[in-house]
T-cell receptor, first 115, second 113 residues
Framework: EPEVTQTPSHQVTQMGQEVILRCVPI?????FYWYRQILGQKVEFLVSFYNNEISEKSEIFDDQFSVERPDGSNFTLKIRSTKLEDSAMYFC?????????????FGPGTRLTVL | GENVEQHPSTLSVQEGDSAVIKCTYSDSASNYFPWYKQELGKRPQLIID?????GEKKDQRIAVTLNKTAKHFSLHITETQPEDSAVYFC????????????FGTGTRLLVSP
């Protein structure tokens, strides 16, 4: 069964540093998402992306965040200047338009720790 | 925007008992309601889902019911086993598949042998 993959699995960074989280969505999917989960809390939507554009973003997704699909397979989330409160698990997800499926498939997550 | 409430936050049952987790949603345009199981440090895994044109769906020991009028939906697990222990999240999504998922706050289920 195809899976969403993410790298790295863990990322430790210093406050103020830039990080890039990487995702490879399922190959024939067209919609991509980033969600985050602060430890012990619920999963929260950050941004959705389609046709090389942001479709929707939450109020969490401020100017410090950006997303990109640099090539035909990768989907990245960049945090320009990390803050302590950015520490969380970040999940990428993808969905296949043109199918009867409703399911968004989640990657295994990247645990980001900001010191 | 959509808001999803989930209860209880923790649920402890004995092996073999049934467990019920309840969610309510606010946006009447929501039409798709998945349930995810998340084990510690792992990704959310879809376990069952229901669309708004269906009132109930069952898959072996797991069932989901939906009451559109009351805007609530529930997860039912029968004959619980210790491996059912995890955090369960409900979610809601409106319109079409590309819309975002809005998650509930999660229920930590502990099944004791």
């Amino acid at each position: 069964e195809p899976e969403v993959t993410q790298t790295p699995s863990h990322q430790v960074t210093q406050m103020g540093q830039e990080v890039i989280l990487r995702c490879v969505p399922i190959s024939n999917h067209l919609y991509f998402y980033w969600y985050r989960q602060i430890l012990g809390q619920k999963v929260e939507f950050l941004v959705s992306f389609y046709n090389n554009e942001i479709s929707e973003k939450s109020e969490i997704f401020d100017d410090q965040f950006s997303v990109e699909r640099p090539d035909g397979s990768n989907f990245t989330l960049k945090i320009r200047s990390t803050k302590l409160e950015d520490s969380a698990m970040y999940f990428c997800a993808s969905w296949g338009a043109g199918t009867s499926e409703d399911t968004q498939y989640f990657g295994p997550g990247t645990r980001l720790t900001v010191l | 925007g959509e808001n999803v409430e989930q209860h209880p936050s923790t649920l402890s049952v004995q092996e073999g008992d049934s467990a019920v987790i309840k969610c309510t949603y606010s946006d009447s345009a929501s039409n798709y309601f998945p349930w995810y199981k998340q084990e510690l440090g792992k990704r959310p895994q879809l376990i069952i889902d229901i669309r708004s044109n269906v009132g109930e769906k069952k898959d072996q020991r797991i069932a989901v019911t939906l009451n559109k009028t009351a805007k609530h939906f529930s997860l039912h697990i029968t004959e619980t086993q210790p491996e059912d222990s995890a955090v369960y999240f409900c979610a809601a999504r409106k319109n079409t598949g590309f819309q975002k998922l809005v998650f509930g706050t999660g229920t930590r289920l502990l099944v004791s042998p």
